[in-house]
């Protein structure tokens, strides 16, 4: 009798189709509909409430919303655009705006739906960090796409899934090339001749490899990090045995570079100047961390062949080139390489290498023939492409940002950050002039980190009234429509 009313109970479970309890059914960690909710079967009263309701199926839309933040967070976004996404993909939902809350963090989101009768709360761990910037251009497309072609929840969660699983555009050995490719670029914006840009690509390639290998052990990333900082770095020494380049010791200092922080510095910095300002610490703590880790790699090479840090600080990194358009072509260069290892789609490159043309050129001009200090000119260069990326950005559907980011990449002061922690490293060596040196590098590293940061967006702070005014009417309309297409 037990066993009958049991399975009597399960039949009559698997049957209902009770909207408002559904809450349990909000640990499906792949974000598939539970099996007994088929959509195709739904009649339109029941998908209507499902996104008319705010609470209607809220567990899915939960795990639909934490995994939007989790493919941002993991694949590089700042913590505004994280919250910007969600947030308008739970208006899309149903969830009005004013009845989400959440917290950001680099390797936690959580997130709350409440009013004065309900409230539901979940968690979300990050736990891998790369960068990708094509997955987040295509989350931010797919959050508009989901309102203009009135994506069902299961059809939003088919495209999201889509996205989070779906491999980088470039195999690991073109994107070793990539990584050649923008320390080569790097090479000869230091004042290199074209025979050390070649020996700079072929060691940090090999470097970038034995950084992979690493990854796919599932060493530690910092380990990691150090291998390959150092595989590039004592093969880079050799290279000067070949006496080809006039300029034999710059592969050196550039062939780490590919393993810069820069987009977490970067984004460090965004989460400063919009108030998040815990996500913003970790971040620059995990920075600081990754060029921790390139550093060491970077010193345990020059010890193992007996070269002293004072050698190595010493080698000039001021451009020798007088010729402007050779300059801008190791800018476009760097920024291409950096696009491929950012997962940039090809067809987009072009526009990259523009830029990194474009900023390259301007601070090299404001700074060697205007005379402004170094993060002026950073600063202009940054604002300058922004600006244009504003405009070319609606011209090609690809988020202004992502075009912006590997674009004024060339411009980070890599070098004058890991000669502050070699300097921290070797600090019982350093007399007074060695240490002021050392500090002057790490002051001038972050404010040209701050130039760069404040130029990518001050365009943005000026032209925000249009542009905000133009997304929200947008964004309003769409909404209208969408909503008003699922009532019944």
């Known amino acids: 009798m037990t066993e009958d009313y049991s399975e009597k109970t399960q039949k009559d479970k698997a049957q209902r189709r009770d909207w408002y309890d559904d809450w349990t059914m909000s640990g499906y960690a792949d974000s598939t509909p539970p099996p007994n909710l088929n ?3 739904m009649t339109p009263a029941m998908m209507s409430d499902v996104m008319e309701n705010t609470y209607a199926k809220i567990g899915y839309k939960l795990n639909l919303l934490l995994t939007t933040g989790q493919v941002l967070m993991e694949n590089g976004a700042d913590t505004h655009r994280i919250m910007l996404t969600m947030i308008r993909v739970a208006e899309y939902m149903g969830i009005h705006w004013d ?33 990708d910037l ?25 495209a999201l899934q889509e996205i989070a699983n779906r491999g980088v555009c470039y195999s690991p050995v073109k994107m070793a090339i990539g990584a050649g490719i923008a320390t080569g670029g790097f090479c000869l914006l230091f004042g290199s001749d074209w025979m050390a840009f070649f020996f700079c690509l072929i060691c940090s390639a090999i470097g970038f490899m034995a950084r992979k290998l690493c990854d796919d052990l599932e060493i530690n990333k910092f380990i990691a990090i150090a291998v390959g900082s150092f595989t590039a770095t004592i093969l880079s020494y050799f290279t000067h045995l070949i006496p080809w380049s006039i300029t034999p010791w710059h592969p050196m200092i550039a062939c780490s570079l590919f393993l810069f922080p820069g ?35 970077v010193v345990t ?6 070269l002293t840090n004072a050698f190595f600080s010493s080698i000039v990194i001021v451009p020798a080139h007088t010729n402007l358009f050779h300059y801008s072509i190791a800018g476009g260069l760097a920024a291409i390489g950096f696009a491929i290892i950012f997962n940039i789609p090809p067809k987009i490159l072009p526009y990259v290498a523009i830029g990194g043309m474009i900023s390259s050129t301007v601070r090299i001009v404001t700074t060697n023939i205007g005379g402004v200090s170094m993060p002026l000119g950073s600063f202009l260069g940054a604002g300058a492409v922004t600006i244009l ?26 070098v004058l950050l890991y000669r502050l922690l070699f300097a921290v490293i070797n600090i019982r060596d350093l007399n007074l002039d060695s240490l002021l040196n050392a500090l002057s590098n790490g002051v001038m590293a972050i404010l040209i980190l701050v130039g760069l940061a404040v130029g990518a967006s001050l365009p943005y702070i000026f032209a925000s009234k249009y542009l905000d005014k133009a997304k929200w009417n947008r964004y309003s309309c769409l909404l209208k429509q969408f909503h008003s297409h699922w009532k019944v």
């Open 134 to 158: 094509e997955a987040i251009a295509d989350i931010g497309r797919l959050s508009w796409h989901a309102l203009e072609d009135g994506y069902t929840l299961w059809q939003y969660d088919e």
């Open 389 to 414: 990326a504003m405009i070319t950005a609606r011209h090609i559907q690809f988020p202004t940002r992502m075009l912006v980011i590997p674009s004024i990449i060339p411009m980070i002061p890599g």
């Open 301 to 306: 090479a020059l010890e193992s062949v007996v």
């Open 99 to 131: 009845k989400v809350n959440l917290h950001i963090a680099y390797t936690t989101l959580m997130l709350n739906v409440s009013d004065d009768d309900h409230s539901f709360t979940c968690f979300r761990k990050c736990r891998k960090h790369v960068m």
């Open 39 to 41: 959509p195709n079967k």
């Open 263 to 297: 987009i977490p510095l970067m984004n460090s910095i965004n989460d400063f100047l919009n108030e998040h300002i815990i996500s913003g610490i970790t971040r620059a703590m995990m920075g600081v961390l990754i060029a921790g880790g390139l550093t060491l790699g």
